[in-house]
Nanobody, 115 residues
């Protein structure tokens, strides 16, 4: 069983930055994908960014050029640096891990961007 714990959410003004972290504990396969989804108000949960252990990345078009995903494989930790935040980025951000055919989710962390 894999558990994910997110941290780093909060309130920031438009144009500001936040860095989210997600640490995975438990039995993760050596090859896995970790990343972030978000649920914006009134919308379904959508992709933010994913990163494989090999370094391949996938970003949502809405965050390209503003958000950067990274990870520390030795620590099973994934990060997302969010710059140039906009009010429309406000929502709950969820960490996800895909390993050995299963997906695991964190509880989510709130990101609020004021105008």
């Amino acid at each position: 069983q894999v558990q994910l714990v997110e941290s780093g959410g909060g309130l920031v003004q438009a144009g500001g930055s936040l860095r989210l972290s997600c640490a995975a504990s438990g039995s993760m396969g050596s090859e896995n994908v970790m990343g972030w989804y978000r649920r914006l108000p009134g919308k379904q949960r959508d992709l933010v960014a994913l990163m494989s252990t090999g370094g391949n990345t996938n970003y949502a078009d809405s965050v390209k050029g503003r958000f950067t995903i990274s990870r520390d494989n030795a620590k099973n930790t994934v990060y997302v640096q969010m710059n140039g935040l906009k009010p429309e980025d406000t929502g709950v951000y969820y960490c996800v891990a895909y390993s050995a055919g299963q997906d695991y989710w964190g509880r989510g962390t709130q990101v609020s961007v004021s105008s």
